[in-house]
């Protein structure tokens, strides 16, 4: 498409105050194909006066679209030494087109030999995979790994030091160190994360005075904040998002509703939870999104897929920098019996995710077309 000069005049003055970091606001004096605009320069005081076309519709949405940025979101992942190199291939084309894409890294990247499980332990499992797992995650674009979970101390603390290093040489950000924020800027918007667990090597979701003190700083430090967290029981009985703390095999997994809701009043602009290894319902609270889980994401044959624990799913939205739900969409994912996942065209995990928010959550529940998007109001 050719532009004409007055139209790269107007894009021109745009792009200029941005490069100098000029607070803006562009203001149409004129209506028709032609406009005065004015830029207010708020560090001068002064009104920078511009003679240029109003933008077509095809420049405005890309205007838009520079105000706004896309966060994919999955589930657990659990790693393994022995992952076929093709473990993300058939779901890559999902999980590179957001501008952050996220998950939680349901183990350890490590050489220590240390097991917290004993030989004689029945509901003692450990996940430990290598540098070449967290190339192939690279590899499928994803940008930040939550370690807040209860696999993080698989392989002691020399395991936590050399899985939070094995991430960082991939090019991965961590989230869920304990007491820490991460932020990454993408699209001129600063985004801060938090992650929390129920364990004390991570910043702890029970202990709800820090988790407002971390959302709160996040917030003061960044345009937008996510908070990710891990918990709930595990398993096909716990796809319902109690009200409540809940118990599993003799933990408290915390009361993630309340969690929840106590994050978003300290300023999350998004929640994102894992654990259960099933799908979870999405709930609206104070206009803001929670997502308590969405299963397993792949498991390099470490884990069970029997029943709905095969089921899985991604979650993209888009928020504006002020933290308003531009879009949002579930796309469908089943994992095979060696923990691969694969597009689900049968869109299982759309039906379950809409069962379940209307009965755990009535009026506060995400409503999901046939295709996923999210029904914004």
Request: proline residues 3%; negative net charge.
């Amino acid at each position: 498409m050719l532009l004409n000069k007055k139209l790269i005049s107007h894009v021109i003055w745009i792009l200029l105050a941005s490069i100098l970091g000029i607070s803006m606001s562009y203001l149409i004096l004129l209506g028709g194909k032609y406009a005065y605009g004015a830029i207010y320069d708020t560090t001068t005081s002064q009104n920078i006066i511009v003679n240029t076309p109003l933008p077509p519709p095809e420049i405005k949405e890309v205007i838009k679209k520079v105000s706004q940025i896309s966060i994919g979101f999955v589930g657990d992942i659990i790693p393994g030494i022995s992952a076929p190199t093709n473990i993300f291939s058939d779901v890559k084309a999902h999980t590179e087109l957001p501008d952050i894409m996220i998950g939680n890294f349901e183990g350890v990247a490590t050489s220590n030999t240390y097991l917290k499980c004993k030989q004689s332990s029945k509901n003692c499992f450990s996940f430990n995979g290598n540098s070449n797992f967290l190339n192939l995650l690279s590899d499928a674009s994803f940008d930040v790994l939550n370690v807040a979970n209860n696999h993080f101390n698989d392989y002691g603390q020399i395991g936590q030091e050399e899985t939070l290093k094995q991430i960082k040489e991939t090019g991965i950000q961590a989230s869920g160190i304990k007491d820490e924020i991460i932020y990454l800027k993408k699209n001129e918007i600063k985004i801060g994360i938090v992650g929390f667990s129920t364990y004390s090597y991570t910043s702890n979701m029970n202990n709800a005075e820090k988790v407002q003190e971390l959302v709160n700083t996040a917030d003061q430090n960044s345009d937008l904040v996510i908070v990710i967290f891990h918990g709930g029981g595990e398993g096909v009985k716990y796809g319902h998002t109690p009200d409540e703390t809940e118990w599993y095999l003799g933990e408290n997994r915390g009361d993630v509703r309340s969690f929840a809701h106590n994050a978003i009043d300290a300023g999350a602009d998004l929640v994102l939870g894992s654990g259960p290894h099933v799908l979870r319902g999405i709930e609206w609270y104070n206009d803001k999104l929670i997502a308590y889980s969405l299963g397993n994401f792949a498991s390099a044959n470490r884990i069970s897929t029997a029943e709905s624990l095969k089921t899985s799913a991604m979650l993209e939205i888009t928020l504006d920098k002020n933290g308003s739900l531009a879009s949002g969409k579930i796309t469908s994912f089943e994992i095979d019996g060696n923990g691969i996942p694969h597009p689900d065209l049968n869109n299982t995990a759309i039906s379950i995710i809409t069962d379940l928010s209307k009965s755990d959550f009535g009026e506060q529940e995400v409503i999901l077309n046939s295709g996923g998007e999210i029904q914004i109001d």
